[in-house]
């Protein structure tokens, strides 16, 4: 009578591969052997008919406490990661005649969450690395404006310096005229105006050499406020793409951060338990 109850499943188990269309093993026994079994592609326990059920199989349990259990068989037992499921057959008093066993294949859930395993550790240390180069362009913007803050100012003085250049060409100029006016009157002046002829020709020499230092601190004040509007326009620039930068930067953040946070949900998901 129980080999007739049992007969359903005999029939059954050699195709429910195909009918779930998934990496499947599956088992038959009685109360104490395996009538039947049929190993996966991947998954095989290596059973053999007609063997006696294992202690510390779940179809021991199944048999002698009359119901069914799931367990995950880790990679480590027989090569594949596996989920087995057993469930007892009945007869009609409700007695244990026998279970059925069916394992389904892990292996591809498991590569799944390792691949998001590492793909949300790889968008952590991307997302890290972003905020760090984030961080620093932002400080770079900083230490710009501080720079062409900088630059104005060195361009404001530069123009004061101007007119004190300025200023001192004036002095030159006067006093030169003024020691040209002074040669003359000593010269009027005959032998008593030789000393304030010598007098008034250094003060030629000192007004010429003035002037002609000015001079030469102008050019080159021209020349330095010309370098530094080169580099207020560079600077100006540079700061416009950091601005870009900092903006794309936060952008690609953002993005990272819900790449991740879909990794991260996909690993969840993917947990084997």
Excluded: C, H
Aim: aromatic share 4%; hydrophobic share 35%.
């Amino acid at each position: 009578m129980s080999r007739e109850i049992l007969e359903p499943f005999l029939k059954v188990m050699p195709v429910l591969k195909e009918i779930l269309q998934e990496d499947v093993f599956v088992s038959v026994t009685d109360t104490s052997t395996f009538l039947y079994y049929r190993p996966g592609n991947n998954v095989d326990v290596k059973i053999k008919i007609g063997s006696k059920i294992p202690v510390e199989d779940l179809l021991y349990k199944t048999v002698k406490e009359g119901k069914g259990y799931s367990a995950v068989v880790p990679k480590e037992v027989f090569g594949i990661p596996f989920r087995g499921v057993t469930y007892p057959v009945k007869d009609a008093e409700n007695n244990v005649i026998g279970a059925v066993g069916v394992g389904r294949s892990l292996d591809r859930q498991v590569k799944l969450e390792e691949s998001a395993d590492t793909l949300f550790s790889g968008l952590e240390e991307t997302s890290a690395s972003i905020e760090e180069i984030n961080s620093g362009s932002e400080e770079m913007n900083r230490m710009i404006t501080s720079m062409s803050e900088i630059t104005k100012q060195a361009e404001k003085q530069i123009e004061e310096s101007n007119e004190i250049i300025s200023m001192i060409q004036n002095i030159a100029s006067q006093s030169n005229l003024l020691g040209l006016n002074a040669a003359i009157e000593a010269a009027r002046s005959g032998e008593q105006g030789k000393g304030f002829a010598v007098v008034a020709s250094e003060m030629r020499k000192l007004a010429q050499s003035s002037g002609e230092s000015s001079q030469k601190v102008s050019n080159a004040l021209s020349q330095i406020n010309n370098n530094i509007k080169n580099i207020f326009e560079t600077v100006n620039r540079v700061q416009s793409v950091s601005e870009k930068q900092v903006t794309a930067m936060k952008e690609i953040t953002a993005t990272l951060e819900e790449i991740t946070a879909s990794a991260q949900t996909m690993t969840e998901i993917s947990k084997v338990e």
